[in-house]
């Protein structure tokens, strides 16, 4: 057996195998999987505009306007028109002076946190950060702190403990609406923490852009925070239904990612046709912010169903719904199950999330009716309770679990930490500050494969 075929082997034997699995037609609420139609359960298409005809049209005459690919990085061939219209339009958007168009929001998280913090230099990073964030730090060869979830003492401690004699740049980075729960970080203790601390911010916005603040602007802007937040990123590739992604920023600090940002530097230009489609879907949005009010009240109607099945689920507007099932397998079995009934909603498991936090992540989107939700987490519920799951008996999500963060640390909070969380390898007091990829890493595949549980 090769190196490879025993490690594909050894990620069966974990309920860790990936297939890519065949849909038929567009990102619509239900489409044709492996030939069977089922209810769209797990898209970032949160406001059904991939498929739009106003955003399919203004990608197709885009095409045969500019062609489809962009030639080369924009500092090679030269920067086309439509980039600069989105860029402007974006920067509008979310309040900035300035905004920067990426490949995607992967490389622009690796760009970004690249840029600003390198070998000397401090990022603190909350541990349910997104993969790219993760990766991002990695790359910047700064040291990482990674920070207890949405814990905005253990944050402080974090910085204080690090602030002594150090001369470099610091980094604070969060997503916004966390990706695998949709609960939402505490923005404005960040911001704070960052003024104190003389940090700089960098927040990704790609699960908050098109549910959360005014017309679906964000949770910057919902937290009253437009232009105070040093670097805001966002992907054209969930609710503004292409692909590519951006970085707001001030005039300022995208110059100097123009000439810094290495995923900008070393990379093709975002393709005309999606910079045009994002276009349309930002003109959409902007004329049409009904979309967003509907994606808010499908998510209310969806929670509220989930909730009268027993599932440990709360009251809100938010789109992102984790049902934690724990273990990998029951999560894939219960993934299986609901596709033969109709429902298909992707199991996710490590190093997506923590070993035995495995979930089904259910996502609305505002192109679902409330019935059609209603139905789902009917199934859903039946589903679970055949296969021996009682809805009630799963985890609760963050949201559920969360108290409100506090923003200000006690003197003695490393005792407490410490007998809090003793044995914590990731986020306690020691492993703070290592060499990215070490302590940045709380869902590393590898732990998962040798066996060692993420914390
Ligand atoms: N940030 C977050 C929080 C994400 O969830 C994702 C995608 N899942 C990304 C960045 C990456 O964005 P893109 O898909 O545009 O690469």
Redesign the pocket.
């Known amino acids: 057996m090769s190196e490879i075929e025993e490690r594909l082997s050894e990620l069966e034997r974990l309920g860790l195998g990936r297939r890519l699995r065949l849909i038929s037609g567009p990102q619509g609420p239900t489409v044709l999987l492996e030939g069977k139609p089922v209810l769209l359960l797990c898209s ?1 298409n949160y406001l059904g505009l991939a498929d739009h005809p106003r955003v399919r049209e203004a990608a197709a005459d885009a095409a045969m306007r500019w062609g489809v690919g962009a030639g080369a990085s924009r500092l090679v061939s030269g920067s086309m028109t439509i980039h600069g219209r989105l860029e402007e339009r974006l920067a509008d958007f979310k309040g900035t002076e300035g905004c920067l168009l990426f ?7 690796l760009g970004v946190i690249g840029a600003l913090a390198g070998a000397g230099d401090t990022v603190f990073s909350d541990e349910l ?5 993760i990766d991002g730090c990695r790359l910047s060869r700064a040291a990482v702190v990674v920070y207890r979830h949405r814990d905005v003492e253990h944050l402080e401690w974090s910085m204080r403990r690090h602030a002594g004699g150090r001369e470099g740049r610091r980094l604070i980075v969060s ?1 916004s ?3 695998m729960d949709g609960d939402v970080a505490p923005l404005l203790e960040l911001a704070e923490l960052a003024q104190t601390y003389g940090a700089r911010t960098v927040i ?1 916005e ?2 908050a852009v098109g549910n959360l603040g005014p017309d679906g602007r964000g949770a910057v802007a919902e937290a009253g925070l437009e232009g105070e937040i040093d670097v805001v ?1 966002g ?4 609710a503004l239904g292409s ?3 951006y970085a707001c920023a001030s005039a300022e600090i995208v110059r100097y990612l123009i000439n810094t940002s290495r995923s900008l530097i070393f990379s093709t230009a975002p393709p005309p046709p999606a910079v045009a489609g994002a276009l349309a879907a930002l003109e959409l949005l902007r004329e049409r912010p009904h979309r967003v009010a509907r994606l808010r009240s499908n998510a209310r109607a969806l929670r509220r169903a989930l909730a009268a099945e027993g599932f440990p689920v709360t009251e809100s507007e938010m789109h992102i719904v984790p049902l934690i099932v724990g273990d990998e397998r029951q999560a894939m079995r219960l993934c299986q199950e609901a596709i033969e009934g109709g429902v298909f909603a992707q199991a996710i498991r490590p190093p997506t999330v923590a070993s035995g936090s495995s979930r089904l992540r259910l996502t609305a989107m505002a192109s679902h009716t409330a019935s059609e939700l209603r139905e789902a987490a009917g199934l859903l519920g039946r589903v679970a309770r055949r296969i021996g799951l009682d809805p009630e008996s799963l985890t609760a999500g963050q949201v559920e679990r969360q108290a409100p963060p506090r923003a200000s640390a006690g003197e003695d909070f490393a005792g407490e930490i410490s007998a809090r969380r003793a044995g914590a390898a990731p986020f306690d007091a020691e492993s703070s500050g290592a060499p990215a990829g070490d302590s940045a890493a709380p869902f590393d595949i590898e732990r998962d494969l040798s066996g060692a549980r993420a914390a």
């Open positions: 970032n490949g995607s929001g992967y490389l622009a998280n950060n997104h993969a790219s964030i997503d609406v966390f990706s990704d790609a699960h990123i992907t054209l590739g969930k692909y590519g992604a």
